[in-house]
């Protein structure tokens, strides 16, 4: 659009330069009538009026993108902060600890910003998509008889999900099962029943997803499930003593 005015008003002044024989090699009529003086001067005032009337236009479409800019650059502010009361919402309903909320936002929301050039209030698909992914499969572990060592890195993948969606499971009262003690403590957050935490990442999930405007999981209710029944063996089993594994009883320790 803007080669087409520069160029009809660069043929104006063309054509008014061959009119009145400014142009040597151009040469139209020896005499110009005063109507060919208006028609000229007509001529090279449509020209100026169609640059003003371009220039215009042109300012009218930058103070329409900076308006827009502006809108989503408040979008932006105010999506971020709905974001960080829904995260404090979660915290205070299922006792989790959330942390670097602003991190999270990110996230999931990599292209927001504010320059206010974009704003997309979905949530980035393949991190919902990996999280949903890697629910289904700790459940899938559930409706089997995992040994011990599977139930080592299930632990660990139910600890490894809830830091992806940054936050931690709240701290136990009763006894906490802590993995490779002799290497590097592993804190799990997982006591004498794995429903409570398995309960949790879905709950916490299922909340950001909503938010994303994805589709949320269901969640695994261990109401008399035979996992919890073989999970509670292998739990009893480190309490006892393990090479590798054990379980801290705070009740039982000094507080002095």
Not at 7 to 17: D, E, M
Not at 62 to 76: G, H, I, N, P, V
Not at 144 to 159: A, K, V
Not at 167 to 186: G, R, T
Request: with cysteine; glycine share 4%; net charge negative.
């Amino acid at each position: 659009m803007d080669r087409m005015v520069w160029g009809g008003c660069a043929l104006l002044f063309f054509a008014g330069g061959v009119y009145f024989n400014i142009l040597p090699d151009f040469t139209w009529k020896k005499e110009a009538s005063v109507a060919d003086v208006v028609g000229g001067v007509s001529a090279i005032a449509a020209a100026f009026a169609a640059y003003a009337s371009w220039k215009a236009a042109n300012i009218s479409k930058q103070s329409a993108e900076d308006s827009k800019s502006f809108t989503r650059a408040q979008l932006y502010v105010s999506h971020r902060q709905d974001f960080i009361e829904l995260l404090d919402y979660i915290a205070t309903e299922l006792k989790v600890i959330f942390f670097r909320k602003n991190d999270l936002y990110r996230k999931l929301f990599p292209k927001n910003h504010y320059s206010g050039e974009v704003f997309d209030a979905i949530g980035q698909a393949d991190v919902v998509a990996q999280w949903a992914f890697k629910y289904s499969s700790i459940v899938a572990t559930t409706k089997g008889i995992p040994t011990d060592l599977e139930l080592d890195q299930w632990i660990i993948e139910c600890s490894n999900l809830s830091e992806e969606m940054n936050f931690v499971f709240p701290q136990l009262a009763e006894p906490e099962l802590y993995l490779y003690a002799s290497i590097e403590p592993i804190q799990t957050q997982f006591g004498e029943s794995p429903a409570r935490p398995v309960f949790l990442l879905a709950e916490a999930m299922n909340h950001l997803l909503a938010f994303c405007g994805r589709e949320k999981v269901e969640p695994l209710v261990m109401d008399d499930h035979p996992f919890e029944k073989h999970y509670l063996k292998y739990f009893q089993k480190i309490k006892k003593g393990h090479p590798m594994h054990y379980v801290r009883d705070r009740s039982k320790e000094s507080t002095v």
